[in-house]
């Protein structure tokens, strides 16, 4: 089976910074893209981040994430990686893992992930 179990989630201040990790076992690191997605209260689950593995590799971020967030992978430890960097307290939330399992998905839509970790809890406080 396909697991994926995220870590790294925790409370900072605002202005701090946060490493999340999403190791990936019961297969490699899949060829297809691969996403950090999170979810607040009363919100929908929103893309914050996109790994994929076309082009060459292209990277695809959020708006309000662009220029502090960062997303990686470590194909060597099967994991995936996002960095972040000058959290806000807006970006208070839980955030998810997540495996496409085709090609074509788009960037942005929980609906083109089939797989999904259980989730880590994120909280910027003011």
């Known amino acids: 089976a396909q697991v994926l179990v995220e870590s790294g989630g925790g409370s900072v201040q605002a202005g701090g910074s946060l490493r999340l990790s999403c190791v990936v076992s019961?297969?490699?690191?899949?060829?297809?893209?691969m996403a950090w997605f999170r979810q607040a209260p009363g919100n929908e689950r929103e893309a914050v981040a996109t790994?994929?593995?076309?082009?060459?590799?292209?990277?695809y971020y959020a708006d309000s994430v662009k220029g502090r967030f960062t997303i990686s992978r470590d194909n060597a430890k099967n994991t995936l990686y996002l960095q972040m960097n000058s959290l806000k307290p807006e970006d208070t939330a839980m955030y998810y893992c997540?495996?496409?399992?085709?090609?074509?998905?788009?960037?942005?839509?929980?609906?083109?992930?089939?797989?999904w970790g259980q989730g880590t809890q994120v909280t910027v406080s003011s």
């Open positions: 997540a495996a496409a399992q085709r090609f074509g998905v788009s960037w942005y839509s929980p609906s083109g992930f089939g797989v």
């Open positions: 019961g297969y490699t690191l899949p060829k297809y893209a």
């Open positions: 790994s994929s593995t076309r082009g060459g590799g292209t990277n």
